[in-house]
């Protein structure tokens, strides 16, 4: 059982946010996703948003901060660092991550753990509720080859998970540290040993997921690859799984990247928005620099007023009456989300026979 419900979603829990929006009330999001940073260390080959070129462009911490304490107050509940760089790479993450907390905001990290160095670890920890470590492989070469990165990276990101373990037990705290794991035709034969190592070291879970074409990624390595030959490897994998620790093969998820019968209006925006390293809002984080998509600066202008801005207005007026959802990206964050909103908004007939 996927007790984190990655391969399902949460808006369950949000009930009356979800009636709100119902009645037509125009809501702000459950979830934001915040790039920090614009630069990364990893040049991954699977990288969605390689398009992004990894600009060498920073938050402003001081802004920032401000920025969280109002998205707060407005009723955001969480917020993921990740984004189009990676997030500890910002010189003062520790203290992001810790005045969002104070905000009364939940922290999710996604990394690629190189920079989760003991320090940090101790730092910020117990601000976080997860991080989820992206790690490729377990051999040091193919490692190497798909984040395109030194070889002994690896052994830095496991030494680095094991600490943050054992820091959170000897502190008693409930951070989730979890790992994942891009399924794609040069790792196939790890996920077994990363598995194993993953159990062996403490984490809680590794998720193995697919691949998904991004619309506007200059990788095209992988959009033809097909999951129905490798979902054996759930089987071989359920057995590594414990009261303690769970392989979450995503195989529903990679299913979908057949299915073609879904919503055919995105319903989720509302739910959730996108800030680049640069300050700029976006209403999907598929359609970074489409300026249908581009909602204002957050920096300079502040969350509220973005939100509540004209350019939403006409996103979402867009969105709802022209967008085509059979051009989005395949399993996109919202995908479950939207599923799930759509049905509350086309009910069959049978409802009521619960």
Known sequence: MDKFRIDSHKLIYHIPRVNDWLSGVDIYPI??????AGACNHRCTYCALD??????????TDILKERLTEMGRLGIKSVMFAGEGEPLLHKDIAG?????????IDVAIT???????????????????????SINALSPEIYA??????ADDVEKVIENISLAVKYRKEKGLKSAIGMQMILLPENIDEAVPLARKAREIG???????????????????????KYSDYMHLEDELAPLSTDDFQVIFRSRTMKKLEDQDRYTRCLALPYWSYIDAGGGLWGCSAYLGDERFSLGNVIKDGFENVWKGEK????????SKELDTTNCRQNCRMDEVNRYLWELKNPSGHVNFI
């Open 31 to 36: 979830y934001v996703e915040i790039s920090p």
């Open 51 to 60: 398009y992004m070129e990894y600009q060498t462009r920073f938050l402003e």
């Open 96 to 104: 992001i991550i810790n005045h969002t907390k104070e905000s009364g």
């Open 111 to 133: 990394s690629n753990g190189v920079l989760f160095k003991e320090k940090l670890i101790k730092e910020t920890l117990a601000s976080i509720t997860w991080i989820k470590v």
């Open 145 to 150: 080859k798909v984040h395109r990165t030194a």
């Open 203 to 225: 984490a809680d879970y590794l998720v193995i997921k697919p691949y998904s074409q991004h619309l506007k990624s200059h990788t095209t390595l992988y959009k033809d690859f």
């Open 312 to 319: 939403r207005r006409k996103m979402m007026e867009y969105v």
